[in-house]
């Protein structure tokens, strides 16, 4: 399934949810796979929205050595408020949420796990990204908080990977879009579009990472590993 040493270690982040829960079986299904961490809110208590709970969870797993990290978090709904259909609809409040789950909380994540990453062999971390957080794509406007917070996403793991490949040059950190997933996320936007089943769209996310090399590393790619446009 992933080209990485055998026995290679995988961390999924966000594991309780649809694509994560489908990532991390997936990974448990392959037999290179030595070893799959699952956390999540609801399982281990890791809230991506609090630096003290990533911070803590990063500390229990000491100094173990990730091959694979994938950050499965993020919501279009947040208590109760979906994504705006107009500006007019804005409140810095749900603004400010969606950023502190969708950008500041992986951003957070990448600042406590990615230290994890192998340094000698090679090591990926993909983050769930959505195709609506790319600025050039944008036709029809819409979801402003939501777009803005996967726009700032996109930026953020851009960055990181510049500075993560002057350690670990192998390295491979990408952006993902899944597609649209048939999962409580989607469910109430996904009129006339066609939805995979979580464990297909973990298929094609992880067959993507695989074929991306340290090259590629910053992108922004589709599920069908097509390059996304900023």
């Not at 966000?14 to 694509?19: L, P």
């Not at 979906?82 to 409140?91: C, F, N, S």
């Not at 597609?179 to 067959?207: C, Q």
């Not at 990472?209 to 590993?225: E, N, Q, R, T, W």
């Amino acid at each position: 399934m992933l080209s990485l040493e055998p026995g290679y270690t995988a961390l999924v982040i966000g594991a309780s949810g649809g694509i994560g829960a489908a990532v991390a079986t997936m990974l448990e299904e392959d037999p290179r796979c030595g070893d799959v961490i699952r956390l999540s809110r609801s399982g281990d208590g890791l809230d991506v929205t609090q630096e003290a709970s990533i911070a803590h969870h990063a500390g229990r797993l000491g100094e173990k050595a990730v091959d694979l990290l994938f950050c499965a978090t993020g919501a279009l709904t947040i208590d109760g408020i979906g994504p705006e259909k107009t500006i007019r609809a804005i409140t810095p409040e749900a603004m400010a949420a969606q950023f502190a789950l969708n950008a500041i909380g992986p951003a957070l994540v990448l600042k406590h796990f990615a230290p994890l990453l192998r340094r000698d062999r090679r090591a990926i971390a993909g983050f769930l990204s959505a195709k609506v957080g790319s600025i050039g794509d944008n036709r029809l406007g819409g979801w402003i908080s939501y777009r803005a917070s996967k726009a700032a996403l996109n930026q953020i793991l851009r960055t990181a990977s510049i500075e993560i490949a002057r350690t670990r040059p192998q390295a491979l950190v990408a952006a993902l879009h899944p597609g649209t997933v048939a999962t409580g996320l989607s469910a109430s936007y996904s009129v006339n579009h066609e939805r995979f089943e979580p464990l297909r769209s973990a298929g094609m996310l992880l067959s993507v990472l695989d074929g991306l090399s340290a090259s590629g590393s910053g992108g922004f790619y589709g599920y069908d590993g097509k390059v996304i446009e900023w």
